[in-house]
């Protein structure tokens, strides 16, 4: 399994909208919007879990994807780095 990062997600686009453009290209396992942990609005990007093969392919179709007017970023994710506890 692979997790995808896209950005440039437009901000009128939904989950479904994402999981029916992925899905073009193999089963999708989840999608995951950001959201912003102070004001809950989407912050323009998701992660989306596919099979290794199909998430090749998806990355390859969809990266530079016009969506509403904005191409967007498809590539694989990289794992998060960790981040300092206060």
């Given amino acids: 399994m692979k997790s995808i990062y896209v950005g440039n997600i ?3 686009a939904s989950e479904d ?6 899905a073009a290209h193999g089963e999708v396992l989840s999608v995951k919007f ?7 609005r989407f912050r323009g990007f998701a992660f989306v879990e596919m099979e290794d093969a199909a998430a090749l392919t998806a990355i390859e179709a969809l990266d530079g994807y016009e969506m509403s007017g904005r191409n967007l970023k ?4 990289k794992p ?3 981040r300092p506890r206060y």
């Fill in 80 to 82: 998060r780095a960790p």
């Fill in 34 to 40: 950001i959201m912003d942990r102070e004001t809950g």
């Fill in 74 to 77: 498809v590539n694989e994710a």
């Fill in 17 to 22: 909208d994402m999981r029916d453009l992925f």
């Fill in 10 to 12: 437009p901000f009128s």
